[in-house]
């Protein structure tokens, strides 16, 4: 990993600040699209001066036990620094190539989300550049509104440029345990019931089986197993094979739903579907459409792993999912985190299962934010925990997206903003404060600097 000094840092800051001080339109983060994981069109980069934050990819240093570093610096990253130390950060989003900056703009959450909220909840402070290019450090107790405001804000109130990064210490194993359940209320309920468990998340796995996965120190690690290598399984066929107490190495553990991406990859890299896509150029096509449906019960064989398990890191999976025509990958595929509180949580898991039809899905309970995040998802009423609900999989009808983001109002809850979106304006104002948000935008020098949060999501 590297690492660089302080005043290293501060060298490539005075030059963005510069730029941004300069910059006569609207300025936006130069990122190799298929980095990314956002899964919407970024379109809106297009004629815009771009920044270029590629040179803040470094950890800085330790201050405690929080770890200092930059936007650029991924999860894998993050964790093989702290690990140095005999600590890990006290949440690691589940993707490898997630970065700093992205998990603190964007939306960070995993199976510790239970006891420690979002990943921005783990960063007290941070530092800044303003629209006027000026710099600054915000904290909980320092620019507070700015701090809350930010996650979840994706760059359009300002651009983060160090993070610091609460650690816990680490351990070798993790001893993982299944729950099954064969009634939906009684998971739900079970998971948003605050536990003295070191990582807890669900499954639902269709035909009525639910699944909730706590995992705490493994004190006899010789019986461990890896799981997430090239030519393995993925994590969630083997829980679909119900394989679900087994005790792994901590890392293998940190990133099990990296490879697969989940499970988008079944859509993502299957032969035929490559083959199809290849020859017809496009998702729309009638021969993909028939094939994806045939796909949805179907998972990559142990044949198909050896051979192209290397391909299917969600790095890689990504970059093949910014190959495809967003517009025309958004009807056919329902990509999205909704956040709904614990008394809601059953009848949302059952609109995702029978009126989306999707499966499986990922149940990860969440801390509900403890300070007034503008756009945060955890930020809904009810708690202490909410259940984010993960639905990564095919889109019904044309109607669907629509139908989930009305499910989700009626039952006021919240979606990650990183998918796609088809509010309208005014349903997208009727969730998130306006005013709060137009005035830390006049506040902060973000208006006609910064690319809005609407201009971004619709
Ligand atoms: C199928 C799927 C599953 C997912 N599962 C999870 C999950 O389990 N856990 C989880 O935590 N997340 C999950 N995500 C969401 C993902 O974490 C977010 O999309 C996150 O924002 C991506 O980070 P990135 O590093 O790719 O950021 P990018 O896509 O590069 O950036 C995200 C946003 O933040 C802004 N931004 C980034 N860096 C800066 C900066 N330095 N200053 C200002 N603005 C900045 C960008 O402009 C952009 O709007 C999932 C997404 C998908 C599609």
Known sequence: MPTRTLSEHEQDLSHLCRQIREA?????????????????????????TLLDLSAMRHVIGWEGDLLLCEPLVTMEELVAEALKRGRIPAIVPEFKEITVGGALQGVGLESSSHRKGQFNDICPFYEVILGNGERHLVSRDCEQELYHALPGSYGSLAITTLIAVETVPSFSHVELQGIHFHDRSACCDYLTTPQNIEFLEGFALGNERYLALQGNQCLAPQKATHIGRPMQKWFIQELLAGKTNSCVPLVDYLFRLDRGAFWMGRYLLHLRLLIAYLTCGNVADAKIQELLKSMEHSWPSRWFCALFGWLMTSKKLYQGFHQLDKKQAHRFFLIQDSFVNGKHAAEFVRHAEEEQKISPLWLCPVQKSKSPQLFSPQNIEGGPLLLNVGTY??????????????TLA?????????????????????????????KLRATYCAAGKFLSIEEKVF
């Not at 999989?393 to 989930?404: I, V």
């Not at 990183?418 to 137009?438: G, L, N």
């Open 24 to 48: 006569k339109g609207l300025v936006c983060l130069k990122r190799n699209p298929s980095a990314s994981h956002q899964t919407r069109q970024v379109n809106y980069k297009n004629g815009r």
């Open 393 to 406: 999989g095919l889109a019904h009808s044309a109607e669907s997206l629509h139908h989930l983001e009305q």
């Open 410 to 438: 009626l039952l006021k809850g919240r979606k990650a903003l990183y998918s796609h979106s088809c509010y309208t304006r005014e349903e997208f104002w009727k969730i998130y404060d306006e005013t709060a948000y137009r």
